[in-house]
């Protein structure tokens, strides 16, 4: 599972899933959901909040082979906050994490306390959200196309450690071996993780030619980027914290 920025191609795929999300699992009638629909996911909505630099909107793909399927998608408004707006999971996809994963990313890469405002009628947003260290905050109103929703306000509290710089957990040496090769590091230039700094690794000792990267949370190299130059260890799930969700958004 791949979680990455949402493009506009993705909108009929995050439409259908919102779809089908709200009519097996919210409390809403055939008219509301169309107009949250018509309102929230139509085309020039999606891209407008795609370009928003105040909004982050990632999906959830799942690789079969060759062909990539979205299975979720989550919206957040950046402010003060993380402000998760939408969260919605394929049924049929159900009970494989995917909502968890998307959680977590979110979590790991905002600088800012994380918050949610769910649609009251949704049946267990809440209970969800709740294993995320989120609690129950009260209650707000949101016109959505016309119609007024009670939405349930969730708040994660003052984060307090965020900028604190993390240490290597492992020894980091000056050069390390990759499939049978040395390549150099840069102990000087760590980049903060979640858990543990990275650190570059170059394919010459005069450090001109980039080749990755090795994570000081286990010592592995197995680390992969993405668009938004975020860093992840598969091996031990420690991550790089976005650059586009640092304090510039506050």
Not at 47 to 61: N, Q, W, Y
Not at 223 to 243: I, K, M, P, Y
Request: hydrophobic fraction near 35%.
């Amino acid at each position: 599972m791949d979680i990455r920025p949402a493009k506009l191609t993705d909108r009929e795929r995050i439409e259908a899933i919102a779809r089908d999300s709200f009519q097996s699992s919210y409390s809403l009638s055939p008219q509301e959901i169309e107009a949250i629909l018509e309102t929230e996911f139509g085309e020039a909505t999606l891209a407008e909040r795609l370009k928003d630099p105040d909004t982050i909107v990632l999906v959830a793909d799942r690789t079969d082979g060759e062909t990539a399927e979205v299975e979720g998608f989550i919206d957040v408004a950046i402010g003060t906050e993380a402000t998760i707006r939408w969260l919605h999971v394929d049924p049929e996809a159900r009970g494989e994490n995917i909502a968890t994963r998307l959680v977590d990313r979110v979590q790991a890469d905002a600088t800012m306390p994380v918050a949610a405002r769910i649609l009251k009628a949704a049946v267990e947003g809440g209970t969800f959200l709740e294993d995320f260290g989120l609690t129950e905050d009260g209650t707000d109103r949101k016109m959505i196309g016309g119609s007024e929703f009670t939405v349930t306000v969730f708040t994660e509290g003052e984060r307090t450690d965020t900028h604190t710089p993390n240490e290597p957990e492992v020894h980091i040496p000056e050069s390390i071996s990759v499939n049978g090769e040395d390549r150099a590091v840069d102990r000087e230039e760590p980049i903060p993780g979640r858990e543990a700094p990275f650190f570059p690794i170059y394919s010459d000792d005069e450090k001109n030619d980039p080749y990755g990267y090795v994570c000081s949370q286990c010592g592995n190299t197995n680390v992969s980027t993405d668009s938004l130059d975020r860093l992840e260890c598969g091996d031990c799930g420690n991550v790089h914290l976005a650059d586009e969700w640092d304090g510039a958004y506050l």
